[in-house]
């Protein structure tokens, strides 16, 4: 029997990266699994890809910026499965770089209303779903926020707000729903193989891998891993915690 066997878990940015292997890792392991997005075409394939497994997912398309997007996907996973027991909050954007007396306030305001305020909504109208489920253990929420909300970096500002205001608000919350049967954790990754690192010019990526002990980025499927520990019973009793998954990057 699987980790998550029979639950229904909504992944956020399901398409691609983190959210795409977390999606078919839930799947291999029993869950229902909603997955979210922006690309109809990516989120469809991916939705494919799990059913041809002989799993059950379905995809909708979600923008996270938008509150009433948000709402209705949290309704159209419980009106297809019947209830929500984990959500995995996903979503990251890469950012202008500038030091601050030069930002624009709308390169600010975009990053927050994905990375930040998007995921805090999820967590929201996911929260009032898993409310009503019956039994003393309600559900469990995984954000993913990075090790640059841990560590500093230099002519960065609206991801690593972003990043550390999801792990405090994060820890915050745990406070608040644990004791009504509700368990929130976050996962920070250091640097992973994803799309986002693709238009990196290959001497940085190079400088980047230098800066991890273990010699190289993090796959998907690592952090994967991680998530779904937080998600399953595995953790039942780890609540607000911050599982830093960087090959090292900060114990240095």
Known sequence: MGLLQNRVSVVIGATSGIGLATAKKFAEEGSKVVLAGRNLERGRAAERSIREKGRQASFFAC????????????????????????????????????????????????????????????????????????????????????ILGVVGSANSIAYPASKAGLVNFTRSQAVTYAPQGIRMNCVSPGYVNTPLLDKLPAELIRSKVALHPIGRFAEPVEIANAILFLASDLASYVVGSNLVVDGGYTAQ
């Open 63 to 146: 923008d996270v910026t938008k509150e009433q997007e948000i709402a209705r996907l949290m309704d159209q996973a419980e009106q297809t499965y019947g209830r929500i027991d984990v959500l995995v909050g996903n979503a990251g954007i890469p950012e202008k770089k500038s030091p601050v007396h030069e930002m624009k306030l709308e390169d600010l305001t975009r990053v927050l209303s994905t990375d930040l305020i998007g995921i805090i909504l999820c967590n929201k109208y996911a929260i009032q779903h898993m409310l009503k489920n019956k039994g003393p253990q309600k559900g469990s929420i995984v954000n993913v926020a990075s």
